[in-house]
Structures are given as structure tokens and as C-alpha cells.
């Protein structure tokens, strides 16, 4: 069993920058690859980034590349997810999700998830 912390969110104008933090109970953190996932109001949720379970690999979706970054830190149990350039776009409800697979985009192949943190652009 996993559990997971979301922090970090919150109001930032547009062209800001937020960093959320992802903290999960347990010794198996590190056998997990992670997952960023967020959602609108009245939307899907959809993926937006994901690390392998060493760090070794990241991956994005199209419309953040270039302006989130994905990192972990094993020793904490915590995977972060660095957002810059924010855009009224990115508002959403962003929640981390553990996996027992790699590299999936899904949120169907996520075994486990965070609670969920606001995350608010103004224009």
C-alpha cells in the first residue's frame, strides 16, 4: 500500500511558476514509477507528466513540454513536478499517481493517488 501527499499548490499569475511536491508513505517508493496527472472542471482527467521509477526517463505531454519538469528523490519518497510559464490553461486540480508499470499515461494503469492539489492561473 502507497500513499500520497500532494503539496505546493496554489494562485499564481500567469507566466509564474509553481512546484508541486508529491511525498509518499512506505519503503517501496522507489519501485514505482510516478505520475502527474491534472483536471479541469467539466474535463477528463488527463496526463500530464511521468518519471520512471530511478529517474531515469521522464516523459510530457505535448502541451507542457518545455515548461514543466519532472524530477524524484528517492531518499525522500517524494517526486516533484517543477512548472513554469504557467498559463490560465494549466488551472486544475493536480494529483500524483503511483504505478507498478512503466512509462504509462493512462490513469487506469496507476495503482495509487494523491488527494489532489489546486492549482489556479490568472490572466
Known amino acids: 500500500q502507497v500513499q500520497l501527499v500532494e503539496s505546493g499548490g496554489g494562485l499564481v499569475q500567469a507566466g509564474g511558476s509553481l512546484r508541486l511536491a508529491c511525498t509518499a508513505s512506505?519503503?517501496?517508493?522507489?519501485?514505482?514509477?510516478m505520475g502527474w496527472f491534472r483536471q479541469a472542471p467539466g474535463k477528463r482527467r488527463e496526463f500530464v507528466s511521468g518519471?520512471?521509477?530511478?529517474?531515469?526517463?521522464?516523459y510530457y505531454a505535448d502541451s507542457v513540454k518545455g515548461r514543466f519538469t519532472i524530477s524524484r528523490d528517492n531518499a525522500k519518497n517524494t517526486v516533484y513536478l517543477q512548472m513554469n510559464s504557467l498559463k490560465p490553461d494549466d488551472t486544475a486540480v493536480y494529483y500524483c499517481?503511483?504505478?507498478?508499470?512503466?512509462?504509462?499515461?493512462?490513469?487506469?494503469?496507476?495503482?495509487?493517488w494523491g488527494q489532489g492539489t489546486q492549482v489556479t492561473v490568472s490572466s
Open positions: 518519471i520512471t521509477w530511478n529517474g531515469g526517463g521522464t
Open positions: 512506505g519503503r517501496t517508493f522507489s519501485r514505482y514509477g
Open positions: 499517481a503511483a504505478s507498478r508499470e512503466t512509462k504509462r499515461l493512462l490513469p487506469s494503469e496507476y495503482d495509487y
